[in-house]
């Protein structure tokens, strides 16, 4: 059965250093997702490509996130500097297309610790 | 902009006792509803979907969910929960022929022996 891979599962590090998280969608989806979701609360959309074009960063902090999907596969999604409030669980979802009606595939996320 | 309320934080339930999981949701535009489940350290699960047609929609493991227009509802239930269903759910919503998804703050349900 196809699924979203994500790596590392785990990271910590201190603030103000540099963090990447990966990611690699089902084969043959052109939509990824980056979501960010802080414990307790549901997951909120930080990034979103079809192909390699971001069709809404609109809630991304530009200052310190960035993301990329070059080859309109997989996608790194960067933090520089960590800080505190940053300490979430980082998901990343794919889907067949751009549109609002199809099921989005998660992967089992990366729990990230600033300390 | 669409909003999605999920009325409960937690909902604790004795093992072959019926649940439902409430969830309401704000748009001024016809909406796709969804509901998701996440079992501890793993991403998010698709349970079932209101695309359109029948309120009543059947998902997996034997949840089901009915869209009710007039009260802006699309709560969970299911008729007997097992120890296994012991999750978070999430309530989702995206606008009909847009692209963004919505996700409710989550219920946590709990099922004890």
């Known amino acids: 059965e196809a699924e979203v891979a994500q790596s590392p599962r785990y990271k910590i590090t201190e603030k103000s250093q540099a963090v990447a998280f990966w990611c690699d969608p089902i084969?043959?989806?052109?939509?990824l997702y980056w979501y960010r979701q802080i414990l307790g609360q549901g997951p909120e959309l930080l990034v979103q490509?079809?192909?390699?074009?971001?069709?809404?960063d609109s809630q991304l902090p530009k200052d310190r996130f960035s993301a990329e999907r070059l080859k309109g596969v997989d996608s790194t999604l960067k933090i520089q500097p960590a800080e505190l409030g940053d300490s979430a669980m980082y998901l990343c979802?794919?889907?067949?297309?751009?549109?609002?009606?199809?099921?989005?595939?998660f992967g089992p996320g990366t729990r990230l610790t600033v300390l | 902009a669409q909003s999605v309320t999920q009325l409960d934080s937690q909902v604790p339930v004795f093992e072959e006792a019926p649940v439902e999981l409430r969830c309401n949701y704000s748009?001024?535009?016809?909406?796709?509803l969804f509901w998701y489940v996440q079992y501890p350290n793993q991403g998010l699960q698709l349970l079932l979907k209101?695309?359109?047609?029948?309120?009543l929609v059947k998902g997996i493991n034997g949840f089901e969910a009915e869209f009710n227009k007039s009260q802006t509802s699309f709560h969970l239930r299911k008729p007997s929960v097992h120890i296994s269903d012991t999750a978070e759910y999430f309530c989702?919503?995206?606008?009909?022929?847009?692209?963004?998804?919505?996700f409710g703050a989550g219920t946590r349900l709990f099922v004890k022996a």
């Open positions: 490509f079809q192909d390699e074009s971001v069709v809404d």
């Open positions: 979802a794919s889907s067949a297309r751009l549109a609002g009606e199809v099921e989005q595939f």
């Open positions: 209101y695309l359109s047609g029948s309120t």
């Open positions: 084969s043959g989806h052109a939509t």
């Open positions: 748009s001024s535009v016809s909406v796709y």
């Open positions: 989702a919503v995206s606008e009909a022929g847009g692209f963004k998804t919505i």
